[in-house]
């Protein structure tokens, strides 16, 4: 910064005089002057950075950020893409660290908590997930009700509505069910919520040949690979946008959730997509 201003008044004051004020030696100011007039060694790879952050949407950080550049064919050190991230002022919209609250519930028809904290699947379509969360668009709410494949962490279906009720839940599990190929029957986990120890849900999961399984009653952690992809949805998504109606926020729900399952890359699935990492694997 001192030879930058030095260099910018020195058509103006004599060199000496500026160099005293500055504090600077003369080698130094020379020296420094040298490097400023020397092109960027990193010019390339941060038009590189810049155009990978800007089409993660500013999501990304410099773990995802170095996965991307990997891909094209980059060579270069986790610690470097940080240090230039940093340089250029791209910072990924991280998520605020919460406690995990869970509504202590009532007493009723409850299943086993089967899944047991498992949550990697050997097989697409062996074990899915399901939670509901809101969304305040202004003086109104937004509900969603996704199903979560723990193979790869997709979302096989989901459905939203205004409020949560059993049709909001019961839909999102309906239009995952006509997703199952021929002989699959995944093991369906959730919390205790009304909607889950309904007689609707549960006909669904047995007509469907379904095991049911639920989150020990106020242990959110139970069913964390929900609560993680509601942690990286808001966080990426909602926290950071503004949204004038819930028409306008639906729109970019959806896009959002085509982004997630086809584009966002998971450093848990190896920096891969969950489609990618689908395809990759089934084709081994």
Not at 37 to 42: A, G, K, S, V
Not at 43 to 72: N, P, S, T, W
Not at 118 to 136: I, S
Not at 178 to 186: E, K, M
Request: some cysteine.
């Amino acid at each position: 910064m001192k030879t930058q201003a030095v260099a910018a008044l020195k058509a103006d004051y004599p060199l000496p005089v500026l160099l005293a004020v500055a504090g600077l030696a003369r080698s130094t100011f020379f020296y420094h002057q040298a490097r400023l007039d020397r092109p960027d060694p990193h010019a390339g790879l941060k038009a590189a950075i810049a155009e990978a952050f800007e089409a993660a949407r500013g999501r990304y950080g410099h773990r995802r950020i170095h996965a991307v550049l990997a891909r094209d064919g980059w060579r270069v050190a986790k610690k470097t893409v940080r240090t230039l991230m940093n340089a250029l002022g791209l910072a990924c919209q991280v998520r605020r660290p919460r406690r995990c609250r869970s509504w202590p519930g009532r007493p009723g028809t409850t299943a086993p908590n089967l899944l047991n904290r498992q949550f990697n699947a050997d097989a697409p379509d062996t074990t899915w997930v399901t939670d509901v969360t809101e969304f305040r668009i202004r003086d109104r709410k937004l509900y969603l009700s996704p199903v979560i494949d723990l193979f790869d962490r997709s979302v096989v279906a989901y459905a939203c509505g205004p409020s949560p009720t059993l049709e909001l839940t019961n839909s999102s599990l309906r239009a995952a069910i006509a997703t199952l190929p021929a002989g699959a029957r995944p093991l369906v986990h959730s919390d205790q919520g009304f909607q889950y120890q309904h007689a609707s849900w549960r006909t669904l999961l047995a007509d469907a040949g379904l095991t049911q399984s639920m989150s020990r009653r106020a242990t959110c952690l139970d069913n964390a690979v929900a609560e993680n992809f509601f942690g990286h949805l808001k966080e990426e998504l909602f926290h950071h946008n503004t949204f004038d109606t819930v028409d306008t926020f639906t729109t970019a729900l959806h896009d959002y959730i085509d982004w997630y399952n086809t584009t966002r890359i998971s450093t848990t699935l190896g920096d891969l997509s969950p489609a990618e990492y689908r395809a990759q694997t089934l084709a081994a």
